[in-house]
């Protein structure tokens, strides 16, 4: 559908040649079976409207794994200039900081695997899923909310919901600087308090899966992965608040763009500059955001040690669960960069997209300063996910790379191909325990409606952005 | 046989639903219908209190996702489920509606879609003959 002649670069990189209002190129990440994917719809179209913003810099971004979203699409990173660049809710999207961590324990799949429905129907029992789920964190007052938004995963530390060791392995320690809570309005305030620690729905997970392949035995053991291990993903973001957030800055984005003089392709790209104060306010309130989903996943991963403990009449230290990493998949960030032989603190949105430091990389906590950080890209839960690492090369994009699968099949589509089949059984019958909070979620949320989240990872492992450190299969999957 | 009030429309990551009506109090009411319906079974929900509630916009398209973002908002800040929204009164400016519902309770109701926002992706009510419709895109 695209109108956009791509140029091919090399095997994995397609150039979207600069052409009307297009400020920078574009450039996507893809092989060639992805790119037909991609041309499938308007992605590519979202791609050149994003090169189009006020300050971006050297290109608009596109990862393997990008599909259509509103404005920017989803798989999507465009750094911006202090000076002249833009601040846009749209390129960081709905769930803001939907992010992802990986526990890892001392557990033995082989060991454990008679007991993987037990521990699979304890952890459902024990986290709030699906539409509407909340209560996680009992009496939450107004005061405690604003606490979470300004101090992020450190509260739960605070509350005894886990360790220093935690913060140190999550991505800006768990709490972003420059939140500040009164940016949040009371509508958002309210539609978060009962959801803090919840799950939620849609394609939000929690996952016990086993190391079934290590590609690389340096970064394994850096992280503490080994093959045949028991490890835990946490899969989640703000919830209603950050949708919230979201929804609230568009209606301030809109005229702001107007009053700022911004040409927009595409009304959903609404934006301010980053130093205006409808930025600046943004900026804040998304940090908070940021915020209250690294403490969302703090709170959902002490909840979960503790009831595998529980369940397998273990002690902690026999357990041996440890946070390998935390990263957001969708946030806009001050990070600096190598722009044009200079040292540049820059504006970054990934939307889509995980952050991908390198070895040696400022921000990254010592045990992973000489291999690079661990990059965690989930895929669906018939298949498999990956570990990857950052790599020195990621500064091609600004230290970006990909985020999962994508899907293939609308949520109807895929409902209409499960029609008559029973996929919680068909996931069974290959060894995965599936429980869900509603059953039409299991359908639309099947593994032939996504991408084989191989394809992608390969993709920027060959380009070498993110490099492939194992492979992880699933054992046991809640879903909303 | 009832005439539709909305139907699915593809869209491989998110919901886009196009929503249909005689006038517009009837497309502002069935795409209330059409949200909730997403989000719950309507059978079993029922008629225990009634709320006003309004919205604003600066035209009629503003004002409609105005309106179902205070829906979703209500369900998801308040547990509150509708089962039908009457439209008292509706200029392009301004909807107020009288919603019939009760207290969204996960024990006892089917839930069936978390829905995180309504957009403005490509809203534009369109005349056909008789009928008027909109396709609305929610970001799920």
């Known amino acids: 559908?695209?109108?956009?002649?791509?140029?091919?670069?090399?095997?994995?990189?397609?150039?979207?040649?600069?052409?009307?209002?297009?400020?920078?190129?574009?450039?996507?990440?893809?092989?060639?079976?992805?790119?037909?994917?991609?041309?499938?719809?308007?992605?590519?179209?979202?791609?050149?409207?994003?090169?189009?913003?006020?300050?971006?810099?050297?290109?608009?971004?596109?990862?393997?794994?990008?599909h259509l979203g509103y404005g920017f699409a989803i798989g999507g990173v465009a750094a911006m200039d202090l000076d002249t660049g833009v601040i846009s809710p749209g390129g960081v999207g709905y769930d803001i900081n939907c992010g992802v961590r990986l526990v890892r324990t001392s557990l033995v799949a082989d060991e454990v695997k008679d007991k993987i429905e037990a521990m699979t129907k304890a952890l459902f029992a024990a986290t709030p899923v699906g539409v509407g789920s909340s209560g996680a964190i009992k009496r939450l007052g107004q005061e405690d909310e604003r606490r979470i938004l300004e101090r992020g995963a450190r509260w739960a530390v605070e509350h005894g919901l886990g360790t220093e060791e935690d913060l140190d392995c999550t991505e800006e320690r768990g709490s972003m600087e420059g939140a500040d809570a009164s940016a949040v309005s009371?509508?958002?305030?309210?539609?978060?308090?009962?959801?803090?620690?919840?799950?939620?729905?849609?394609?939000?997970?929690?996952?016990?899966?086993?190391?079934?392949?290590?590609?690389?035995?340096?970064?394994?053991?850096?992280?503490?992965?080994?093959?045949?291990?028991?490890?835990?993903?946490?899969?989640?973001?703000?919830?209603?608040?950050?949708?919230?957030v979201c929804?609230?800055?568009?209606?301030?984005?809109?005229?702001?763009?107007?009053?700022?003089?911004?040409?927009l392709p595409d009304k959903q790209l609404c934006s301010a500059p980053i130093r205006s104060s409808e930025g600046k306010r943004y900026f804040a309130a998304m940090a908070a955001a940021a915020n209250?989903?690294?403490?969302?996943?703090?709170?959902?991963?002490?909840?979960?040690?503790?009831?595998?403990?529980?369940?397998?009449?273990?002690?902690?230290?026999?357990l041996g669960a440890r946070l390998v990493y935390d990263v957001a998949h969708n946030i806009a960030k001050f990070e600096k960069h190598v722009v044009d032989g200079r040292e540049t603190e820059i504006l970054i949105h990934r939307k889509g997209a995980t952050r991908a430091f390198g070895p040696g990389r400022p921000g990254l906590p010592e045990r992973y300063r000489a291999t690079g950080q661990p990059v965690l890209i989930p895929g669906d839960m018939g298949r498999q996910s990956f570990v990857c690492v950052g790599t020195q090369a990621s500064e091609e994009t600004f230290a970006s790379t990909c985020h999962g699968a994508g899907r293939v099949l609308s949520?109807?589509?895929?409902?209409?191909?499960?029609?008559?089949?029973?996929?919680?059984?068909?996931?069974?019958?290959?060894?995965?325990?599936?429980?869900?909070?509603?059953?039409?979620?299991?359908?639309?949320?099947?593994?032939?409606?996504y991408k084989d989240v191989a394809e992608v990872v390969k993709v920027m492992h060959e380009a070498g952005i993110s490099r492939k450190v194992a492979r992880l299969v699933p054992m046991g999957v809640i879903k909303g | 046989m009832a005439k539709k009030r909305y139907e699915e429309v593809e869209h491989t990551a998110d919901i886009r639903l196009k929503v249909y009506g005689a006038d517009e109090k009837e497309l502002f009411s069935n795409g209330a219908f059409a949200l909730f319906d997403r989000m719950?079974?309507?059978?079993?929900?029922?008629?225990?209190?009634?709320?006003?509630?309004?919205?604003?916009g600066g035209d009629?398209?503003?004002?409609?996702?105005?309106?179902?973002?205070?829906?979703?908002?209500?369900?998801?800040?308040?547990?509150?489920?509708?089962?039908?929204?009457?439209?008292?009164?509706?200029?392009?400016?301004?909807?107020?509606?009288?919603?019939?519902?009760?207290?969204?309770?996960?024990?006892?109701?089917?839930?069936?879609?978390?829905?995180?926002?309504?957009?403005?992706?490509?809203?534009?009510?369109?005349?056909?003959?008789?009928?008027l419709s909109v396709v609305i895109t929610f970001d799920v």
């Open chain 2, 60 to 131: 009629l398209e503003e004002t409609l996702i105005n309106f179902l973002s205070e829906l979703l908002w209500r369900f998801d800040a308040r547990r509150r489920v509708y089962r039908e929204c009457r439209i008292a009164e509706l200029s392009p400016g301004r909807v107020r509606s009288l919603c019939i519902g009760e207290e969204f309770d996960p024990a006892r109701h089917h839930a069936r879609q978390g829905i995180k926002a309504v957009t403005f992706h490509d809203v534009k009510i369109t005349r056909t003959g008789k009928r």
């Open chain 1, 411 to 449: 949520r109807h589509a895929a409902i209409a191909k499960a029609r008559g089949r029973n996929i919680i059984r068909e996931l069974a019958q290959r060894g995965i325990v599936v429980i869900a909070g509603e059953k039409g979620t299991v359908a639309e949320e099947m593994p032939e409606a």
């Open chain 1, 292 to 318: 209250f989903a690294w403490n969302n996943r703090q709170v959902i991963m002490a909840r979960a040690v503790e009831t595998l403990e529980h369940s397998l009449s273990i002690s902690p230290k026999a």
């Open chain 1, 186 to 244: 009371p509508r958002a305030m309210e539609r978060g308090r009962d959801q803090a620690g919840t799950l939620g729905s849609g394609n939000h997970f929690l996952e016990l899966s086993r190391v079934a392949e290590v590609f690389d035995d340096n970064a394994a053991r850096a992280f503490g992965l080994f093959e045949g291990q028991v490890v835990m993903q946490i899969h989640c973001g703000s919830r209603g608040l950050g949708h919230q």
């Open chain 2, 40 to 56: 719950v079974d309507l059978d079993g929900v029922h008629d225990v209190f009634t709320d006003e509630i309004e919205a604003e």
């Open chain 1, 1 to 66: 559908m695209a109108g956009f002649e791509l140029v091919r670069l090399d095997d994995w990189r397609w150039e979207i040649p600069r052409t009307g209002g297009m400020r920078v190129p574009g450039l996507i990440f893809a092989d060639d079976a992805l790119i037909s994917d991609i041309n499938k719809d308007d992605s590519v179209d979202q791609v050149a409207n994003v090169a189009c913003l006020p300050g971006i810099i050297k290109y608009s971004y596109a990862m393997p794994d990008i």
């Open chain 1, 247 to 263: 929804d609230d800055y568009i209606r301030v984005m809109l005229p702001a763009s107007h009053k700022y003089g911004i040409d």
